[in-house]
T-cell receptor, first 117, second 114 residues
Framework: GAGVSQSPRYKVAKRGQDVALRCDPISGHVSLFWYQQALGQGPEFLTYFQNEAQLDKSGLPSDRFFAERPEGSVSTLKIQRTQQEDSAVYLC???????????????FGPGTRLTVL | GNSVTQMEGPVTLSEEAFLTINCTYTATGYPSLFWYVQYPGEGLQLLLKATKADDKGSNKGFEATYRKETTSFHLEKGSVQVSDSAVYFCAPLDSGAGSYQLTFGKGTKLSVIP
């Protein structure tokens, strides 16, 4: 596709439920990122993949958060036993990684708005 | 890691007014610098970027210059339009230890009135 796509666009979960959020990056993009954006705040980094390798997961807030990219393309962010504080917009971004990533533009998807009741 | 201090909003300007949104950052080394924009109901879009000191990024009439001495990357536009109403985010790219995460400011909401 032309851009990064994410699904679902909106997700409502009851506290304690597990959720899975999907990201389809731009075709051919090596790097993939997940960010969390709370209401009225800037996005905060969660995790980073280069192809299928998860090279940085330092931003994941707890062990309830898990991300994977098994074939180096589509990625899934899973949140187990959701809590109200998990309510946020989850953004996925991808980049081409031409020069090792230090100057690459990250292209963002529209996000998934998660509401935990 | 990096940190960003961005001008607090909201900012309300009349059409054709001059815009400055201040951004300063702390970082190890010399990160690439980005401005992203989020229009109402839309996702984050790259506005402009600069990858080394004294570089000027520009797009859609917006400009920002990478100032290493003052660790700043202020966004400017000479004459804003109603269509520029959006939230603007300053973001250095942290490339330490093989990771490439953006560190975003809190965002500055701009409203331009006719």
């Amino acid at each position: 596709g032309a851009g990064v796509s994410q699904s679902p666009r909106y997700k409502v979960a009851k506290r304690g439920q597990d959720v899975a959020l999907r990201c389809d990056p731009i075709s051919g993009h090596v790097s993939l990122f997940w960010y969390q954006q709370a209401l009225g705040q800037g996005p905060e980094f969660l995790t980073y993949f280069q192809n299928e390798a998860q090279l940085d997961k330092s931003g994941l807030p707890s062990d309830r958060f898990f991300a994977e990219r098994p074939e180096g393309s589509v990625s899934t962010l899973k949140i187990q036993r959701t809590q109200q504080e998990d309510s946020a917009v989850y953004l996925c971004a991808s980049s081409l990684d031409v020069a090792g990533g230090a100057t690459d533009t990250q292209y963002f998807g529209p996000g998934t708005r998660l509401t935990v009741l | 890691g990096n940190s960003v201090t961005q001008m607090e909003g909201p900012v309300t300007l009349s059409e054709e007014a001059f815009l400055t949104i201040n951004c300063t950052y702390t970082a190890t080394g010399y990160p690439s610098l980005f401005w992203y924009v989020q229009y109402p109901g839309e996702g984050l879009q790259l506005l402009l970027k600069a990858t080394k000191a004294d570089d000027k990024g520009s797009n859609k009439g917006f400009e920002a210059t990478y100032r290493k001495e003052t660790t700043s990357f202020h966004l400017e536009k000479g004459s804003v339009q109603v269509s520029d109403s959006a939230v603007y985010f300053c973001a250095p790219l942290d490339s330490g230890a093989g990771s490439y995460q953006l560190t975003f400011g809190k965002g500055t909401k701009l409203s331009v009135i006719p």
